[in-house]
């Protein structure tokens, strides 16, 4: 299963902190993709990383994809209460339709 | 309309009882999926229809039956469910079936009682 592991798998810190959450996975993809969640309902699409591509931003996400190391980062700068959630690394594998999501990580800002 | 509506939003059902769940979407999206939910887990593919085709059956049961009438339609047909069925069962729209974000709909809180 290309199912990616996520780390760590809780986090908290404090309002303002930086937060960095990784996800590996096990095979080639076409693209990795990072999704929130929100109190067990419907998932929020952040950003999708084609694996030609190195590094993408959206406002405060920064998101790096390293094919050789088969990983990838999130990371959520000056975070806000808001911003806690769990977030999801999903793959989708190269020449399949399949979206896989990772493990999960669990991040909760402490005002 | 960015919007993926499933319906209901909770259903409770007798292990008996034969039931569907709904999901509409109006992006024009060729893509649409079913995911399973269980608590503290990630999401798990079920379904994925591509031009209201079948196009990935994850090896689910047979009592979970998916259903596209129509380009923005898309049902879960339900029966003779186990009560290890209870989960978030989420729909997933997108513009095509790879390389594109996904849109999710808020799910439905299935119980089988």
């Known amino acids: 299963s290309q199912q990616g592991e996520e780390d760590p798998q809780a986090l908290s810190i404090q309002e303002g902190e930086n937060a960095t959450m990784n996800c590996s996975y096990k095979t080639s993809i076409n693209n990795l993709q990072w999704y929130r969640q929100n109190s067990g309902r419907g998932l929020v699409h952040l950003i999708l990383?084609?694996?030609?591509?190195r590094e993408k931003h959206s406002g405060r996400l920064r998101v790096t994809l390293d094919t050789s190391k088969k990983s990838s980062s999130l990371l959520i700068t000056a975070s806000r209460a808001a911003d806690t959630a769990s977030y999801f690394c999903a793959t989708e594998d190269f020449g399949n339709e399949k979206l896989t999501f990772g493990t999960g990580t669990r991040l909760t800002i402490i005002p | 309309d960015t919007e993926v509506t499933q319906t209901p939003k909770h259903l409770v059902m007798g292990m008996t009882n034969k039931k569907s769940l709904k999901c509409e979407q109006h992006m024009g999206h060729r893509a649409m999926y079913w995911y399973k939910q269980k608590a503290k887990k990630p999401p798990e593919l079920m379904f994925v229809y591509s031009y209201e085709k079948l196009s990935i059956n994850e090896s689910v049961p047979s009592r979970f039956s998916p259903e596209c009438p129509n380009s923005s339609l898309l049902n879960l047909h339900l029966h003779a469910l186990q009560p290890e069925d209870s989960a978030l069962y989420l729909c997933?729209?997108?513009?095509?079936?790879?390389?594109?974000?996904?849109?999710f709909g808020q799910g439905t809180r299935l119980t089988v009682v």
């Open positions: 997933a729209s997108s513009q095509e079936s790879r390389d594109t974000e996904a849109f």
């Open positions: 990383i084609r694996s030609n591509e």
